[in-house]
């Protein structure tokens, strides 16, 4: 009798789009690694870069979800993980084309967010950064900065261009986080395990907790290498795609 878990049955067992995201991001991350100097340029070209940086792309807002840190295999082992663990079973109630569209919509809303998040933010991480540096208060140097500024000193304008283009994110855990809220939104009692904990956690409660552990990190700055917002931003933007598949009645219909 044929065992479809040999012979590599259960990879082709991986539903189309799942597998095909999976293969591009690995793809990309071998590519990082392997080539000398490619990551680089392929962060600076693919990465998502705050907008009015020179280094700023629309496309970016879709490509910076198909790289990963080299330097951080769990940064992508831990994304295809939950990619394959949740994604081939949404993919198979949804449909390819509507589990795809999800996907993209939420690592897109998740760049949006990061974007709205950083516009916010970088005066006040600029200014914080050199103030420490020159020994001032941050209302001191806020003062300085925003003098040079509306003089036109294009020492200090360049000075700022440069912290905006040092500003990138890449990763598709925003994405992620919208697989893994559509899981718990079309599954919600689906018990689940997190690794050493022999206890089962249902789908609803698990995402729940997840999402308040990145609003409190993100609110905290605590890990500020990872963007917790745009986490949050891959959830917000799946929660309006679930509610209007939900309020259609097609939440669990194969389209």
Not at 138 to 161: F, N, Q
Request: aromatic share 16%; with cysteine.
């Amino acid at each position: 009798m044929y065992d479809g878990h040999s012979s590599g049955g259960w990879w082709r067992s991986i539903p189309p789009v799942t597998k095909n995201l999976i293969i591009i991001n690995f793809i990309v991350w071998l590519a990082e690694i392997l080539v000398p100097g490619f990551s680089n340029t392929l962060v600076d070209r693919l990465g998502l870069h705050m907008f009015g940086s020179s280094l700023f792309n629309p496309a970016q807002l879709l490509t910076y979800m198909f790289m990963h840190d080299p330097h951080s295999p769990a940064h992508i082992l831990f994304n295809m993980f939950s990619l394959w663990m949740f994604g081939r079973i949404l993919e198979q109630v949804w449909g390819p084309k509507r589990f795809l569209l999800f996907y993209i919509v939420c690592g897109f809303g998740a760049a949006l967010v990061q974007e709205g998040v950083w516009e916010l933010t970088w005066k006040s991480d600029y200014i914080s950064a050199i103030a420490a540096r020159n020994g001032l208060t941050t209302e001191h140097m806020g003062a300085i900065v925003d003098a040079a500024v509306r003089s036109g000193d294009m020492k200090w304008i360049d000075a700022i261009s440069e912290f905006k283009s040092m500003m990138v994110t890449i990763g598709a855990s925003g994405a992620i986080y919208g697989i893994l809220l559509g899981f718990a939104f079309t599954f919600p009692d689906m018990p689940l395990y997190f690794f050493f904990i022999p206890v089962p956690i249902k789908a609803k409660y698990m995402v729940i907790g997840y999402g308040v552990i990145e609003f409190f990190l993100g609110v905290s700055g605590s890990v500020s290498t990872v963007a917790h917002f745009a986490h949050l931003g891959g959830m917000l933007f799946g929660i309006f795609m679930l509610l209007y598949w939900k309020k259609k009645g097609t939440l669990h219909r194969y389209n």
